[in-house]
């Protein structure tokens, strides 16, 4: 699948896989959102998330992983299921990561919503005059624009 097909199938982009972590198959992540409190990869230590890694180097490799783990503390690193030593995730890197809506965790109230989950909705002036679409969100770090 190219990045076309899963955006259009509700796979969103949360980031790339950069590097290679301890001998164990761990990788590191460079998250597009630095809130990894909130971060749905959160909830691979309690469910194993389906992710599609479109793979740089071998496209051939490009394709659904299942995440078992996460450890989201200094760094973020994943750990993918069937790959438990250094060599079998060395020729994923690097890799941008894709994680299916339909996995995201409920929110705990109706005001409580994703950020993609804004994208395409109507922006209004504060007269009230429609100016166009959300189209996307950028994260700066400390907050979201």
Do not use: C
Request: glycine share 8%.
């Amino acid at each position: 699948m190219n990045e076309s097909q899963l955006i259009q199938n509700g796979w969103i982009e949360l980031g790339s896989g950069v590097n290679t972590h301890g001998i164990k198959g761990g990788i590191t992540l460079n998250l597009f959102n630095n809130d990894l409190k909130n971060s749905v990869l959160n909830y691979a230590n309690e469910n194993e998330i389906s992710a599609y890694l479109i793979v740089t180097k071998n496209p051939k490799l490009s394709k659904n992983y299942t995440i078992v783990k996460a450890s989201l503390g200094n760094k973020p690193i994943i750990y993918l299921a069937g790959m438990n030593k250094l060599e079998d995730v060395e020729p994923l890197i690097p890799f941008r990561l894709f994680v299916n809506r339909e996995d995201f965790p409920e929110t705990d109230s109706d005001d409580e919503f994703y950020n993609v989950d804004l994208i395409g909705l109507p922006v209004f002036a504060s007269s009230g005059e429609a100016i166009g679409k959300l189209d996307s969100i950028y994260e700066n770090g400390p907050q979201s624009i």
